[in-house]
T-cell receptor, first 111, second 111 residues
């Protein structure tokens, strides 16, 4: 089974609003990563949170990790039109250098 | 420094043919991974190479193979192409557990 599964919802928000998306996984992990993909192009690494961390910030991004619930959330604050993209979470389970990706969340930010 | 470079960007092949995709990782990165992305299956791990050795392999048939050269550049080959092999093939390089840098991908269409 695939680890890292986002809530399968497409978000459509106004510029300036916050966007939150969630991710759940099934087994123990070393870390969880979030990536952005624009229009079927390559993935851009956004943030990595280790299993012993609970929250991490990077610019307008805030990621939380709850290992007891095997879930993570990504918050994008003060969204911009340029944030329109698909967002994927991915887990690195056994340190074996293979990521298991979720299905992705489509976020549309309306100017 | 230069990012991960994948060539070609687009490719159209006929069923039954074979194809070779190329990936040049970030200088100094010794690990190269390959992923297949399709609308139906999402992002799936193909294999990972480190110092010219395949360390991990995903659940793909033997028609999918790869190799890595001494300069860390990697190629993947798909033989006897099927329509279902149409996908975006992504290559990623990394040095450790700080996340992966992905290339822009090769979009393969099998007709």
């Amino acid at each position: 089974s695939q680890q890292g599964e986002e809530d399968p919802q497409a978000l459509s928000i106004q510029e300036g609003e916050n966007a939150t998306m969630n991710c759940s996984y099934k087994t123990s992990i070393n870390n969880l990563q979030w990536y952005r993909q624009n229009s079927g192009r390559g993935l851009v690494h956004l943030i990595l949170i280790r299993s012993n961390e609970r929250e991490k910030h990077s610019g307008r991004l805030r990621v939380t990790l709850d290992t007891s619930k095997k879930s993570s959330s990504l918050l994008i604050t003060a969204s911009r039109a340029a944030d329109t993209a698909s967002y994927f979470c991915a887990t690195d389970a056994g340190g074996n250098n293979r990521l298991a990706f979720g299905k992705g969340n489509q976020v549309v930010v309306i100017p | 420094k230069a990012g991960v470079t994948q060539t070609p960007r687009y490719l159209i092949k006929t069923r039954g043919q074979q194809v070779t995709l190329s990936c040049s990782p970030i200088s100094g990165h010794r690990s190269v991974s390959w992923y297949q992305q399709t609308p139906g299956q999402g992002l799936q791990f193909l294999f990972e190479y480190f110092s010219e050795t395949q360390r991990n392999k995903g659940n793909f048939p033997g028609r999918f193979s790869g190799r890595q050269f001494s300069n860390s550049r990697s190629e993947m080959n798909v033989s006897t192409l099927e329509l279902g092999d149409s996908a975006l093939y992504l290559c990623a390089s990394s040095t450790s557990d700080y996340g992966y840098t992905f290339g822009s991908g090769t979009r393969l269409t099998v007709v």
